[in-house]
């Protein structure tokens, strides 16, 4: 069960982003979960291993299972051959030679994990659990920009949460594009939300980055689950985010679709 599809490898366009979408916790079947298994690397299998609790694990082997499969559907890779190398920070890219250009960022949480595939550019991508328990809204106060905090301060009350979730999925996925984590001071950029526009950026200069460099799609993939989208485009150029469904090794799901279409 770990052979790539068998179907021609997909075409990705420059100005195109397709996002892979599954559910972890609706993956059970006991194949797909060794075969999963099978997929990862020694260093993966290791990190699957000191997990405590059954449901992290689970998280953990279906989104690295899906970073294999989807990566095996624009080349002729089996997903158990992908080799990567990690920066500073974490973030892995693909070794080998004679590969498409891919570029891909992987995120999950509790019920959805999406793996973002871009070619040949910086791609980032950021799904939240909404209906987590914790403080959110009290943390734009020490980690948002002033503007930021400003704005969604000013939102009336029940649709603040909503708001902040709007802000870091964003954040997110622009660190994890730069592949430099946390070490990017998220009160040192902002964004800036108006109904019916794309999301704007903006740097403090100490962030020596050019916002018309960056386009942002923000996804909602349920009524708890938003999610955005990162990528080093710029502005005013053509971006589409086709997003897919799909349980890895088990057919692709629903058909492409379009954030907001």
């Not at 999950?108 to 550019?121: F, K, N, P």
């Not at 708890?224 to 985010?241: F, K, M």
């Amino acid at each position: 069960m770990t052979s790539p599809p068998s179907e021609p490898p997909l075409s990705l366009r420059p100005d195109e982003v397709h996002l892979w979408v599954v559910e972890p916790e609706r993956v059970s079947e006991p194949r797909l979960l060794a075969s999963y298994l099978a997929m990862l690397n020694a260093e993966e299998r290791e990190r699957h291993s000191r997990f405590r609790f059954d449901k992290h694990k689970l998280q953990f082997l279906v989104s690295h299972a899906l970073v294999r499969v989807t990566l095996s559907r624009y080349a002729p890779v089996r997903p158990q051959d992908w080799r990567f190398a990690v920066n500073a920070y974490g973030r892995p890219e693909i070794l080998g030679e004679g590969l498409p250009r891919l570029r891909f960022n992987l995120s999950h949480t509790d019920g959805m994990a999406v793996c973002a595939v871009a070619l040949d550019t910086d791609v980032g991508a950021d799904v939240e659990h909404s209906g987590r328990p914790g403080q959110t809204v009290e943390l734009a106060d020490s980690f948002f920009a002033r503007s930021e905090v400003h704005a969604l301060r000013a939102l009336p009350a029940e649709r603040q949460r909503e708001r902040f979730f709007d802000y870091w999925t964003l954040k997110e996925s622009y660190i994890k594009a730069r592949g430099a984590g946390l070490s990017l001071p998220l009160d040192q950029f902002a964004f800036h939300l108006e109904a019916g526009q794309p999301p704007r950026i903006s740097f403090d200069p100490r962030m020596a980055d050019d916002p018309e460099t960056w386009q942002f799609v923000q996804v909602r993939l349920g009524p708890e689950h938003p999610a955005a989208v990162a990528v080093r485009r710029t502005r005013g150029l053509p971006l589409t985010v086709r997003c897919q469904r799909t349980v890895p090794l088990a057919g692709e799901g629903t058909p492409w679709f379009v954030p907001g279409s």
